[in-house]
């Protein structure tokens, strides 16, 4: 079992539906990322967070520390917003960035 | 202000060459990783430099190596490639270990 699960794996939507990625893991962190991912490769990361909640204009993210989960919201979806979504874990100990599978993000017109 | 650059974009090498690999991160910042990007296993971890100190190590073999130099530029080396070595080879710079990543767009190898 990996120590970071994300769901789910592939996502369609309508543009202006409300989207949900889940991440779920089974160490012990320090803090977890939200990466976006689009074609082509680079990388932009979207939030760091170690507690509560956090807001970037439609993107919300949030962690439950106790259940060891953390959510990725968007409102208003963009086609723009199509993209693979990471969640990563900063191991405690550690220090060393622990990544999910993806979850790959696909917004229709 | 620069973002992290990452250089070349593209190598091709064939199995049993060495290659090394350059990433200059955004002035400032003192931390410097390392990441392999494949379909089949996705991110995964290689090192993290901080301050010219090797902080943190995944789970690779000895053929993976860096470096970081005192501007904080970091090289990153892997010798006798293998096939499985082909991959998107990505940096990322921070200030601190509690800030955010910047990443670089990247190094794409091919071990033909």
């Known amino acids: 079992k990996n120590e970071v699960e994300q769901s789910p794996q592939n996502l369609t939507a309508q543009e202006g539906e409300f989207i949900t990625i889940n991440c779920s893991y089974s160490?012990?962190?320090?803090?977890l990322h939200w990466l976006q991912q689009h074609p082509g490769g680079g990388i932009v990361s979207l939030f760091m967070l170690s507690s509560g909640k956090k807001k970037h204009g439609r993107l919300i993210a949030t962690i439950n520390i106790q259940e060891k989960h953390s959510s990725l919201h968007i409102t208003a979806s963009h086609p723009r917003d199509s993209a693979v979504y990471i969640c990563a874990v900063l191991v405690g100990g550690a220090q060393k960035l622990v990544f999910g599978q993806g979850t790959r993000l696909t917004i229709n017109p | 202000k620069a973002g992290v650059t990452q250089t070349p974009r593209y190598l091709i090498k064939t199995r049993g060459q060495q290659v090394t690999l350059s990433c200059s991160p955004i002035s400032g910042h003192r931390s410097v990783s390392w990441y392999q990007q494949t379909p089949g296993q996705g991110l995964q971890f290689l090192f993290e430099y901080f301050s010219e100190t090797q902080r943190n190590k995944g789970n690779f073999p000895g053929r993976f190596s860096g470096r970081q130099f005192s501007n904080s530029r970091s090289e990153m080396n892997v010798s006798t490639l293998e096939l499985g070595d082909s991959a998107l080879y990505l940096c990322?710079?921070?200030?601190?270990?509690?800030?955010?990543?910047?990443f670089g767009s990247g190094t794409q190898l091919s071990v033909l």
């Open positions: 160490v012990g962190i320090s803090a």
């Open positions: 990322a710079s921070r200030r601190a270990t509690n800030e955010k990543l910047f």
